[in-house]
Antibody, heavy 121, light 112 residues
Framework: EVQLVESGGGLVQPGRSLRLSCAAS????????MHWVRQAPGKGLEWVSG????????GYADSVKGRFTISRDNAKNSLYLQMNSLRAEDTALYYC??????????????WGQGTLVTVSS | DIVMTQSPDSLAVSLGERATINCKSS????????????LAWYQQKPGQPPKLLIY???TRESGVPDRFSGSGSGTDFTLTISSLQAEDVAVYYC????????FGPGTKVDIK
């Protein structure tokens, strides 16, 4: 059974940093791209970042480019999102999602339950 | 950059009736080399993460009931629920994966 478990969310002040983690199990982690997708309270889905199976291709939404860094550790079946210079508009539930292919430009077939990030002073 | 739009924003349909959701991309998501439309549909029920329903615009994900169907090509796509069930109340999103993934704004489906 595929499982994706996010952690690392919380309340953080504007301008500070936070690192999200996603522990994956139930599939061959390094066969697939992985993604972070967020959802602000009461709003729609926003793709944040994606990373190919071997970290060779990475993409970011314009809204986070230069502030967020995605990475993965295939030996640990883990995905990460380093979030710097956080803003109030980054407040959202952050989902970890498994891609259905090796590529960043892809669809997502399994999702975690999300971890909540609240940026507020 | 590709822009995704959906219509309507919300709709209410009687149980057993048809629900139709439209999705439009500002650029074609049809890849000519393989004749595939890089378009997916997701369902998100309240308090739950999204669930992949359809990919390649019309291919149902494993386990998805056949009352859900997708159609369209190029820039215009449709998700149809042929006979709405109570458990289909949700927000539905389209997503293009022709380039950097991008979701549409969503369509909320309720029971009339």
């Amino acid at each position: 059974e595929v499982q994706l478990v996010e952690s690392g969310g919380g309340l953080v002040q504007p301008g500070r940093s936070l690192r999200l983690s996603c522990a994956a199990s139930g599939f061959t982690f390094d066969d697939y791209a992985m993604h972070w997708v967020r959802q602000a309270p009461g709003k729609g889905l926003e793709w944040v970042s994606g990373i190919s199976w071997n970290s060779g291709s990475i993409g970011y939404a314009d809204s986070v480019k230069g502030r967020f860094t995605i990475s993965r550790d295939n030996a640990k079946n883990s995905l990460y999102l380093q979030m710097n210079s956080l803003r109030a508009e980054d407040t959202a539930l952050y989902y970890c999602a498994k891609g259905q292919s090796i590529a960043v430009a892809g669809r997502m077939d399994y999702w975690g339950q999300g971890t909540l990030v609240t940026v507020s002073s | 950059d590709i822009v995704m739009t959906q219509s309507p924003d919300s709709l209410a349909v009687s149980l057993g009736e048809r629900a139709t959701i439209n999705c439009k991309s500002s650029q074609s998501v049809l890849y000519s080399s393989n004749n595939k439309n890089y378009l997916a549909w997701y369902q998100q029920k309240p308090g739950q993460p999204p669930k992949l329903l359809i990919y390649w615009a019309s291919t149902r994900e494993s386990g998805v009931p056949d009352r859900f169907s997708g159609s369209g090509s190029g820039t215009d796509f449709t998700l149809t629920i042929s006979s709405l069930q109570a458990e289909d109340v949700a927000v539905y999103y389209c997503q293009q994966y022709y380039s950097t993934p991008l979701f549409g704004p969503g369509t909320k489906v309720d029971i009339k």
